[in-house]
């Protein structure tokens, strides 16, 4: 049993071989020599490629150390996404979609309700997110009765720490809630990385992420995967794949594989600076709803100490500012962040959600996603900017 920094630098390695490199290079290939039979491992580069089955070997023994698991890359998060959902949903099912999470889910279940399928919508109830006590399996408040929303489902959706609101939801205890249903349940493990949380381990069928955002890290390469231990699920999802075509090239494949070498650092170093962050703002009187679930103080926090590993709960801090204006001056005097989408990279960024639209957030809502830089840093230029943005 190894350590998650010992594993990642060999994650998905070949064997070593006498004047090989250690991690081969992106095999750029349409098509593959085939001889006779229309078989074997590497055919048609729609199908499979070799950089792909390296950095897929590498995410699975990641997401599930202990057991062996399949595990699906694909050209993006939403690639990922789509793929576990269409391939699992047929016209009359009903999927239960997180109320909070990622902004396209609202584009996707108008997809999904086009062909069919009934979305159901499980809000957190007003109590879950005050208190520390342990999520109710999610309701769909839509309903006077309060019906379980996952009677009849063949799939629940839960983002968690969910983006960008970063609240935490129990994972061990809506996949048993959703398993005795009868309903596969898949998690959006992007925002924590498999460093930070293993779905499958706490009963999930599917870890699905964006490896665009934290696990490759350097804002450079758009990428997704899907981790299951079901290799039926996982032969659905890798047929959609080839299906819509939806595949990672292999000069992005192979980045994310070299990339994972240095996840162990990069998320220790991140969550580390998001915890200074998260801590420096709850002092400010300017700033409210300072959202991070490293912090004693935050709602989430008891769960996420209970299903998150120990210190790793993830690079994203969320605060509020007093309105548009405020955030827009307090972004525009940072100097060593920048103002710009996205999250889990080695530079800090920080953007205002609400000009997006989309996001249920407040016009002065921050997400700031912590780098690598030293905290001192990055603290004093926040703090210095939010006395620039008072003006
Ligand atoms: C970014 C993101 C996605 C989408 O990933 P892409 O790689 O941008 O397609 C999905 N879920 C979460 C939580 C995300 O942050």
Redesign the pocket.
Known sequence: MTGDGTRVVRAGLPEPAAHEPALPGPVFAAHFHLPGEAAGPYTYGRDNNPTWTRLEAAIGELESPDEPAHTVAFA????A?TAVLFSQLRAGDAVVLPGD??Q?LPAVRTRLESYGIEVRTARPSTDDRASTSVPHAPVDRGHDARPDVLDGARLLWI?TPS?PGLDVYDIRRLADAAHARGALVAV?N??ATPLGQRPLDLGADFSVA????ALTGHGDV???YVSTRDPALADGVRLWRKTVGAIPGPMESWLAHRSLATLALRVRQQAEGAMALATALADRREVTGVRHPGLPSDPSHALAVRQMRPGRFGCVVSFVLPDRAHAERFLTALTLVDDAT??GGVRSTAERRARWGGDDVPEGFIRFSVGVEDPEDLIADVLRALDAAKA
């Open positions: 993006s998060g939403m690639a996404i999470g990622y396209l983002e983006n959006d992007t925002l964006s490896g665009t955002k758009l990428m997704g996205s999250f």
